[in-house]
């Protein structure tokens, strides 16, 4: 009986090594073929990258050329008939269309030198995202991430307005709104190398929006905070709350107008108002002004304080200062939103006649 176990163990044994033997032959023939497929993707790496060189040397060589030959029709125009001036006013037009969207769509699929604030935050990293499955989920997952954190901004300030006094809970608040702030102009950045449009103050604001609650952060407890705290918890809340409405009209509102063409996929939600919200987003204009003159409110507040007999801190003319900017600059460009809105409804009222 002992030598029959011998024999059968010896027997599996044996089996067992076939079967092994059998799985690493299959594992060699398989990592035989990834080598094959690594080494082809590495080509193929090669290729992609010098395609991206030619592109990039074509694209800054066809600019060039352009903006000479556009120096030169603009002398041509002074001493041409009428023809040859609606001829050349056609090709101003194509050149036109070419350096604002033609390059600027080819551009987002190559890389690029980063600017001087990425450069800054994350040194020469290529950020360029080559897909458009790849661009459209980040944009995805920074809309998420605005919401969530203005979920998060907007729970914060009404805990710290109604329930905790103290200035541990307003530090970690503020602390808050800088991190966000902070990591919005970041993606906002990333965002636009790849080929997002938002430009202009709706980046700006959120520049002078980290800047503030950077010197919210360090100013000292005392009188002149506590006589502003409660207003700007309060500012906070109602902020949050708007834009918490903004985000979710907007978003429905651009995802229509993507289905409809009328929109670039990469297009943002943002704090503020824009020519492609007039249609069914009107209605956010009483909502986002009111907190524009809110900002003005606590701008003249935090004056007042500043000359106060018992301010020592320059947080307060400093913070009085940046709601002033960040007042005028919303407002204003707001203002030339529906202006130019009007404008326009004005234009067609007259061809229409």
């Known amino acids: 009986r002992g030598r029959e176990r011998g024999r059968e163990k010896a027997g599996s044994d044996t089996m067992s090594l076939q079967r ?20 082809v993707y590495k080509q193929k790496l090669d290729e992609l990258t010098n395609l991206q060189t030619i592109c ?49 769509d080819m551009e987002a699929y190559l890389p690029k030198k980063n600017g001087l604030y990425l450069n800054l935050v994350l040194g020469n990293v290529n950020v360029t995202l080559l897909s458009n499955q ?10 998420k991430f605005k919401l969530y954190m203005t979920i998060i901004l907007l729970l914060g300030a009404i805990t710290c307005r109604f329930l905790l006094n103290y200035r541990v809970t307003d530090e970690i608040f503020n602390f808050l709104l800088v991190w966000y702030y902070c990591t919005l102009t970041i993606r906002e ?29 360090t100013w000292p407890d005392g009188l002149m905070y506590q006589m502003f705290r409660n207003q700007f918890l309060a500012f906070s809340v109602y902020q949050s709350f708007v834009q918490f409405l903004q985000y979710y009209y907007q978003s429905g509102c651009l995802y229509r107008l993507r289905a409809l063409g009328e929109r670039n996929h990469l297009d943002l939600t943002v704090e503020g ?41 320059w947080q307060v003319f400093m913070l009085g200062l940046t709601f002033l ?21 004005k234009d067609k009222v007259k061809k229409k006649e």
């Open 134 to 143: 790849a661009k459209f989920a980040y944009k995805d997952e920074y809309e």
């Open 325 to 345: 900017i960040l007042f005028l600059g919303n407002f204003l460009t707001t203002l030339k939103v529906v202006h130019q809105k009007f404008q326009k409804n």
């Open 56 to 104: 990039s040397n074509s694209i800054s060589k066809q600019k060039k050329s352009l903006s000479d030959l556009k120096h030169n029709l603009q002398r041509c125009i002074q001493t041409s008939s009428p023809k040859e001036v609606e001829y050349i006013k056609d090709i101003q037009a194509q050149i036109k269309e070419r350096k604002q969207n033609v390059f600027f």
């Open 20 to 39: 092994c033997q059998a799985e690493w032959e299959e594992i060699d023939r398989e990592f035989q073929q990834l080598q094959e497929t690594h080494k």
């Open 189 to 217: 950045s990333i965002l636009i190398s790849n080929g997002s449009r938002i430009k202009g103050w709706w980046v700006s604001h959120h520049y002078v929006s980290t800047f503030l609650s950077g010197v919210m952060l």
């Open 273 to 313: 108002f824009q020519s492609w919200m007039w249609r069914g987003l009107t209605f956010l204009l009483p909502f986002l002004f009111f907190g524009h003159f809110w900002q003005l409110y606590n701008a003249v507040k935090l004056f007042g304080l500043s000359s106060h007999e018992e301010c020592k801190e």
